[in-house]
């Protein structure tokens, strides 16, 4: 059985922007939103799904809890129903990242999304 099937909710490599030219022109050329906890750039693309990309910096935390918020962003950003349409989303972490509640997060997404 291959892994996507065993685990259909599964964040694969597909969903994640990886290069560093993808993420560098996702931050320069796409749309900025600035919340108090995190910074968001949106980006259309050319495949057919939504890509997300994560930086999080020493300044949210320790290793666990930069983990820790990592999981909780990618979460968030797999369950928002607008996941159809094709965008590279670029997320930066700040200090206060570490406080959001999964909700908050989801809201983020939510409005975010809706604009684009």
Same mark, same amino acid.
């Given at each position: 059985? #291959?892994? %996507? $099937?065993? #685990?259909?909710?599964?964040? &694969?490599? $597909?969903?994640?922007?990886?290069q560093?030219?993808? +993420?560098q022109? &996702? +931050?320069? *050329?796409?749309?900025?939103?600035?919340?108090? $906890?995190? +910074?968001?750039? &949106?980006?259309?693309?050319? %495949?057919? #799904?939504? !890509?997300?990309?994560?930086?999080?910096?020493?300044? %949210?935390?320790?290793? =666990?809890? !930069?983990?820790?918020?990592?999981?909780?962003?990618? $979460?968030?950003f797999?369950? *928002?129903? *607008? !996941?159809?349409?094709?965008?590279? %989303?670029?997320? =930066?972490?700040r200090n206060?990242?570490?406080?959001?509640?999964?909700?908050?997060?989801?809201?983020?997404f !939510? *409005?975010?999304?809706?604009? &684009?």
């Amino acid at each position: 059985m #291959h892994p %996507v $099937e065993a #685990h259909p909710h599964r964040f &694969t490599r $597909e969903d994640r922007l990886r290069q560093k030219a993808l +993420i560098q022109r &996702t +931050i320069q *050329q796409g749309r900025k939103k600035v919340f108090p $906890e995190l +910074i968001m750039y &949106t980006l259309p693309n050319t %495949v057919s #799904h939504p !890509r997300l990309g994560l930086a999080v910096s020493r300044k %949210v935390g320790n290793a =666990v809890m !930069r983990n820790r918020v990592k999981r909780r962003l990618r $979460e968030a950003f797999r369950l *928002q129903e *607008q !996941r159809s349409t094709a965008l590279d %989303v670029m997320v =930066v972490a700040r200090n206060g990242a570490k406080k959001l509640s999964m909700a908050a997060m989801g809201a983020y997404f !939510r *409005q975010l999304l809706r604009k &684009t």
